[in-house]
């Protein structure tokens, strides 16, 4: 419910709304179920000013069609959190307005399409997370994902743009200072 999500926004270390969106992969949760959730998740953000962390997996086409629409009623921020989809699906969400995260995944040998999206990302829409306790980076992969692991990703990120680590860095802190400003009021 809307209401609840946005009296719980309220409290001062509420810096988002979510992680919330659609996961198709397991299939265990009523599709119709999932997709009013995440609509009650965007109408909070979108009442509150709080930044919409989005997960989506085996859903682009439903997430993205959901978000469009509803940025329709209104703008809301957000961010796609631990990003694996189509370079079409960040298209879609950068047009949106949306800030990308990448993960530890970025890494691994068989993500080539999502090392060539992440190399293209504006600069300015990029965050980088570990999702921790998953999905830990090489070359840690296969072991419980840390914190501290975010600086392997960042390095492998760096390089597959061609800048440094302090320059990918204090981007993305600022675009994390941008998009999540309550955590810095």
């Keep these: 419910d809307t209401a609840k999500l946005v009296a719980k926004a309220a409290h001062p270390r509420v810096i988002g709304i979510g992680e919330t969106g659609l996961d198709y992969y397991y299939d265990h949760s009523d599709r119709t179920r999932q997709q009013a959730s995440f609509r009650a998740h965007i109408a909070a953000s979108r009442e509150t000013g709080l930044p919409l962390i989005v997960h989506t997996r085996d859903a682009e086409e439903d997430t993205a069609a959901i978000m469009a629409e509803e940025m329709g009623k209104g703008a809301y921020p957000g961010v796609i959190h631990c990003f694996t989809a189509s370079g079409d699906f960040a298209d879609k969400a950068l047009d949106l307005g949306f800030y990308i995260s990448i993960s530890g995944i970025v890494t691994f040998k068989n993500a080539r399409d999502l090392q060539e999206t992440a190399a293209r990302l504006p600069a300015d829409r990029l965050l980088i997370e570990t999702d921790s306790p ?7 992969r296969g072991r419980s994902c840390e914190p501290a692991f ?4 960042a390095r492998f990120l760096a390089g597959l743009r061609g800048v440094s680590v302090e320059e990918l860095g204090a981007q993305t802190s600022r675009n994390f200072r941008t998009l999540f400003a309550k955590a810095h009021a």
């Design 134 to 140: 998953f999905l830990a980076p090489v070359p840690h």
């Design 150 to 153: 975010v600086a392997d990703t």
